[in-house]
């Protein structure tokens, strides 16, 4: 969520003691801000301004007192008049978005951000307000980059690490996401939760081999997640090691047993591996449980039943999914 930030500025007068005195307010008017006395601020800032109407930073501390206090026309109102008196009062850009943001108003938010980091790059508040401003406004793209940008300037933690990858991963860098896990690994390696996700990573990039031994550390500590098991299954599938594959889909099962697809890519594995009666049991299985695609239930079926020397079978499989099996029906059920 956006911080509630708001700027007051400390600024030496020597021109004339009426500044001076001015200038004096405005400091009892920051500390009992900053003690939480919001009223007598307001009232310190007040008696500022009377004696120096021209005095900027004088409304833009009064107006952000407004804004604590939820006073937004008010608010509003004073941090205008600050920006009349002095354009080049930037702080005022960013209360002033800030304020357009608490009202909902994200396009005029937005453009008050963009003129204080333009003005002050160096700012990491500014791009976390902005990145919840075009959030907002379903810039997401942007988003993303404004909160990269300022987690960039954080001492980072594991935790800030795990937040870069998933912003990484959310714009498509899976590397970047994949690096800025490991990092999270390095320094918190006691959380195995963060073996699971790169290993995810890795799944979805097609590095199996990297993806499977992560999934070994998450899972020789962590049992009782059958996706865990499910996803290192697909991974050794996807190298062709069938047997492991079918060992984690049934570990999966036991977790997790009225999953039909569960059993019918335990089939597909089974079927990989040979072991056409196996594959039949769980494709029987998927059936029962009401696998979404009864088509690829009858093909595989009758793959299974030609390999077990069952043409008849096969071929009434294979005649309830006709397109899928033309092929086979041309030439074992003539």
């Avoid at 930073?57 to 004073?78: M, T």
């Amino acid at each position: 969520m956006l911080k509630k930030y708001f700027c007051f500025l400390f600024v030496v007068f020597s021109v004339s003691s009426i500044a001076q005195t001015a200038e004096q307010w405005v400091k009892s008017a920051n500390s009992k801000m900053e003690e939480g006395n919001m009223l007598g601020a307001i009232k310190d800032y007040t008696s500022a301004i009377s004696l120096n109407p021209a005095y900027a930073e004088a409304y833009l501390g009064r107006g952000s007192v407004y804004g604590e206090l939820l006073a937004y026309p008010e608010a509003f109102q004073d941090i205008n008049n600050a920006l009349t008196l002095k354009p080049t009062l930037i702080e005022a850009y960013f209360n002033r978005g800030f304020l357009s943001y608490l009202t909902k108003d994200y396009t005029n938010a937005l453009k008050d951000f963009n003129r204080y980091i333009n003005q002050k790059p160096s700012d990491p508040d500014a791009y976390l307000a902005r990145s919840n401003t075009l959030e907002q406004l379903k810039m997401t793209d942007l988003a993303e980059k404004d909160l990269l940008t300022y987690l960039s300037f954080l001492p980072i933690n594991s935790n800030d690490y795990v937040t870069r990858s998933s912003v990484k991963l959310k714009m498509q860098d899976t590397t970047g996401a994949i690096a800025d896990q490991t990092e999270a690994i390095e320094l918190n390696p006691e959380n195995v939760e963060l073996f699971l996700t790169r290993g995810n990573y890795y799944l979805w990039i097609g590095n199996f081999k990297k993806a499977i031994e992560d999934y070994n550390v998450y899972l020789l500590n962590k049992k009782g997640n059958y996706l865990a098991f499910l996803n290192r299954g697909e991974a050794y599938g996807a190298m062709g090691i069938y047997e492991a594959a079918i060992a984690d889909y049934s570990s999966a099962i036991k977790l997790n047993s009225s999953d039909a697809a569960l059993f019918f890519e335990r089939a597909i594995y089974y079927l990989e591996n040979g072991e056409f009666v196996n594959a039949k049991v769980d494709l029987y299985k998927a059936s029962n449980l009401k696998y979404r695609d009864k088509e690829l239930i009858h093909y595989n079926l009758g793959i299974a039943e030609i390999n077990l020397g069952n043409t008849n079978e096969a071929c009434k499989e294979f005649k309830q999914c006709d397109d899928m099996a033309k092929e086979f029906i041309a030439k074992y059920c003539k």
